[in-house]
């Protein structure tokens, strides 16, 4: 049998606190009796009568904690002199209400949640601040979705770098959309799950693909965000390759699909690279060049090249078994659509379905934006704008539109200070109305974008500017055409019926490509040939 | 080649930013954490910048744990009482020493003004309150901070010669630490009155209660005044606006003694009933016993551990242990807090005092947890003391190993202020104290909740980057 | 693409509100707001309509498609949304700053940095005679709508319990005509402060003979008489917003939609007036249609009696 007794002096504990680490030390295997307490004359009885008898107990006072052990060996005594130590020093603390690990809790920093690594971490802060918390998250080793947008190319550079070393996924900044294992980041639609994983640089561009895989009946694996400038030469397209390893390495992806802006050549050579050297078959969509390019080297043929959102889709669709690899609106329906407009409005172009005045297009999605007057430019309808990449067609102010015009009102321009179009459709209202009110116009487009994240009833708010618009025109006694493009799935929480019926109910023409929109823009201006 | 680590990852989301998103993935099945944000360092990249060159740097740590683990092994003993000017360091002559950073007379506030009044006529360097500010105006009386003469005092904190001083001893590190012997509550010196009532009882305090005391402290062969705030915390006290408990505990203590002293029983009695009278009778020694702790942390290279935060009614003014003597100053603000009947915001001086010194030790606000009652006082519910506790463990580097709070599961106080978290958080170090009328000599008219002012904090991390970054 | 999140801050104009709202449009009045002038409270907060006042004025945010008018903007909402979801209460103080955002509450920021200014078309309308093809065309229209007014009798023909209504009215006309001040007192006593809605029924009319009246004065550059004035006096009897818009009605001043009535009543084609009709018969339950009857009794007894030319 072996004893020990330590003093501490000047130590000061609860009793209760010290009755209870006793009761806890006693059942400790080879213990046979154990006391932690104030050195109060009650326990120097009490150990005394467990048969200490040092010096050091009887000095000890009130203010000194006593530890008695007694033990069947040295080295429990040891054992049980460490137990006492540490419970001592970090207390008991049960965590209540609001200091719950609940995932529900509400903290104040990343440092203080109790997650592990193998998350995500979700980052919408202000651009000043995000990197840093991006670099937070990295040393927690979490993924990072970065939404938010003003950080600096060299930060992202050696967020992107600092990921790559660690094997850990940055997902922008500037990234509007992705789906991970099921779960959307940022703005994201439902999506069924299905054989196609996405690698892409736009948000919206994202989210149109996502609209029209789910109308052909199939799914996505993964849908990698990377932020815009993943494909610049500073970047080198870190996050594309490694997302483009994962959909590589993911058993359950069949076609790997890529969209981005058109990348720097060196960049696209890598891209392409991984692409053809992969063993599943892909499909590109570097929006703004023309689809159909064919691929060089060992593995072409590997890589279809498609030239607007709706195109990759559909080609993906197909290499993975569903749709039938058409278009999804028919030239026959974009005329049918035309004819009706025609009817409806006998003042339109003498019922040829035509309309004399100007396109006026209002978009969120500001890749959309860039889709429609690409489309329109290769039907040879010039289309000035606030995002033009021609200098020649880039409006003067932003808020005064000139012959046919397409706004990105997501634009820094007008969202400085203000919510995103996404998430407050109705600040497009006035502009909307003020285009309406424009004598010259004839039509007026726009995109309705559903998913998580966006505005609850974004068509329905839309809807009420459509009814006024048309008041307007009908009492100036105009023809107006009002296109919407919904781009959502029919998993989204807005509900997509109901939305394209609210748009429809107010007399705009619904459509769920916005490639499709451009197309019948293009005949309703009176460019009736048109051709991928 | 697998390039990607915890793929796919877990369904497990932090959301920084906007709740919007945390919502919306919670829809969607996944378990979102969710993270109030707000720019760090209220938003001064300049700040930020710094922060990062500081953070994680093991030097750092290191000095950190070294003024920590001097604060905790401090041993604070009352040892006696002495003659102020026999016992405090470079104290003596036409000396007045104050609550605070260092200021002049045409700076101070009035019961600041009153106080030191007040004391020249008690030392009789000045016939009449008249008399005694033309001195002050004239510059014929040295004022010095209290905080540079290992000294604190409640209020004004005014200290002058003649006056009995308890002497804190820290057992470990063998450096000391005065402060004057409560007065009680109403007309008193620390709030600048300066009746003759109020100099009446100063004397009498000089000829009965330190001598009485100063025998019984010196028969108990000194009293552990840490042990006594550990339990006080657990008797509802927090020891810098609730004393109640803590001074029961030091009565019971000192009262066998005091027996044995052999002034008078009538002596002895009205000393007891003197102590017995003022529940606030403890916070003179709670505030030195926080001052020899912290005092014995100070000074250490690379500490960003702040060791003081006093104000005079005027500047608030921090220190920091690895920045040596400077004072980081600025105005102190007005107390948010209940005021007594008759009294109104209007009536409230800024706020004053050393007792914030046991903020800086992990008491009073900091320990507002253990004290629930003290919302009935300082405003609030007990949720909100709760809060404010709770709050203060993410500007400090530990919990104390000592002075527990009950309702928190015996969770040790918060403790340990780091320069860097304050300002990281935005989070100001949160204190209970007393509201001082204005004028002086109309005494105490509330009393609430303060904080620093930020500057202090931003001027003292900048002063450190100068020097360690 | 550029999301900015600001608003999720306490640093931006629009900071910490859940909800960011466009204004519209706007009427002129709401420059008193946007640059500080007066400052306003909420006043009452209904599902589709927030009122704000200064203690005397009153200013109505509308959802987009409801009208607008001098004291009305329009914001863009979707159709199921509700106000009273906005954590808004009476007596919220209404912050406006940098001469664009208003914030309502603290979850509520309205951005009138877009928003079109609204104009009257009643403030260049030439007034000439009212023609009867288009009274007809009000006349028909306020008939065919449902409103469960009691001002119905006043029109439709039917006495029943109309009839102290149509006594009531017809004192209006006759005592105007007669300048008989106790006999136009008396009757306005009788109509103002009653009847159902928001705003009473006999409010709503007694706006809409106003509105009516100070056009076709001020067209021919008559100065508020004796009518004005008894409407005045009268007003004490209801409450404050419902008075304030009898007021602007005396000012020549309404909503939207029973301006544009108006306006197309005098200066329109017949098709024009139905259409407008239709859309001020939809204001509230009754309001609309009472003010919609107000208007084309005062261009009834004008074209027949020149009464708004009278008294």
Known sequence: MFERLTVKKDAYYDSVVLMRLTQEVQRLAGITDALVGMATDLNKDSARAMGFADPELEEAGPNDLIVALVGEEEKILDEAGKVVAARLESRPRPRTGAESTRPEAVYSSLSEVPIGGGGVAAISVPGTYAARE???????????FLFSDNVSLEDERVLKETGRREGLLVMGPDCGTAVIGGIGLGFANK??????GIVAASGTGLQQALAVIDRLGEGITHAIGTGGRDLRREIGAITTLMGLDILEQDEATAVKMVISKPPHEEVRRRVIAALEGGSKPSVVCFMGEEGGMPGAGAGAGKVRFAGDLEEAAVVACSLAGAGAGRELYPQEEIEAIVRGVAARMPGAGGGTGRVGGHLRGLYGGGTLCEETMTVLARSGIEVYSNVAWRPELLLEDPEMSHAHTCIDMGDDYFTRGRPHPMLEPGLRAPRYLREARDPDVGILLFDVVLGYGCHPDPAGVMAEAVREAAEIARRGGRALVQIAVVVGTSGDPQGLAGQEKALRDAGAVVLSSNYAAARLVALLLGSGRFSR | MATVKNWPPTGAVVNLGSSVFARSMRDQGASVYEVLWEPPARGKLELIEILDVLAGREDIEEANRLALERYSSAQPVLVGIGRARDV????????????????????????????????????????????????????????SPCHEHSAVGPMAGVVSPSMPVFIIENRTAGNRSYCTLNEGLGKVLRYGAYSSEVLDRLRWMADVLAPVLAKGIELSGGIDLKS???????????????????????????????????????????????MNGNDHFFLNLSMPAAKAMLEAAHGVPKSTMVTVMSRNGTDFGIKVSGLGAEWFVGPAEKVKGLYFPGFRDEDANPDIGDSSITETAGLGGFAMAAAIPIVQFVGGTPDDALGFSRKMYRITMTENRFFSIPVLGFRGTPTGIDLRKVVETGILPQINTGVAHKDPGIGQVGAGLVTPPWECFEKALLAFAGRYA | MSYVMERAMDRSPAGGAQRYLGAVQAGPRFCDLLSGVRRYLVHSVFARAINLWDGQEFLTLLPLSRGCGATWATVAVAPGESFLDFGLAPGLEVEARSGRWVRLGPEVVVDFGSALAWESK????????VRETHLRALLDTLLRAPAPSPIRGAIDGNGGPGRGIVALLDGLRASVQAADGARLGAALGGLVGFGPGLTPSGDDVVAGLCLARAVMRKACGKPDGFWEDAVREALGRTHALSGFLVREALGGRSHEFAEDALYHLLAGGPRETAHGATRLVSIGATSGFDMGVGIYLAAEWQRRYAWCSSG
């Not at chain 2, 609550?99 to 009449?128: C, F, H, N, Q």
């Not at chain 2, 008249?130 to 004022?143: L, P, R, S, Y």
């Not at chain 2, 927090?238 to 066998?256: D, K, W, Y």
């Open chain 1, 191 to 196: 999506v069924r799950p299905g054989r196609i």
């Open chain 2, 88 to 143: 405090i360091p470079g104290f003596g002559g036409k000396m007045l020493l104050h609550a605070g950073p260092p200021i002049t007379w045409d700076r101070m506030s009035g019961p600041l003004k009153g106080a030191i009044v007040g004391a020249i006529v008690y030392e009789g360097w000045a016939a009449s309150p008249e008399d005694a500010e033309g001195i002050a105006v004239e510059g014929d009386v040295e004022f």
């Open chain 2, 228 to 274: 006594i705030i550990a339990q006080a915390l657990h008797m509802g006290d927090e020891v810098h606006n609730r004393n109640r408990a803590a001074t029961s505990l030091f009565i019971r203590t000192v009262a066998p003694y005091l027996l044995d002293t052999g002034f008078p029983l009538a002596n002895i009695r009205r000393v007891l009933e003197f």
């Open chain 1, 134 to 144: 991006a670099r937070a998250a990295l040393r927690r080793g979490l993924h990072v």
């Open chain 3, 122 to 129: 009643l403030a260049a309308v030439a007034v000439g005679d």
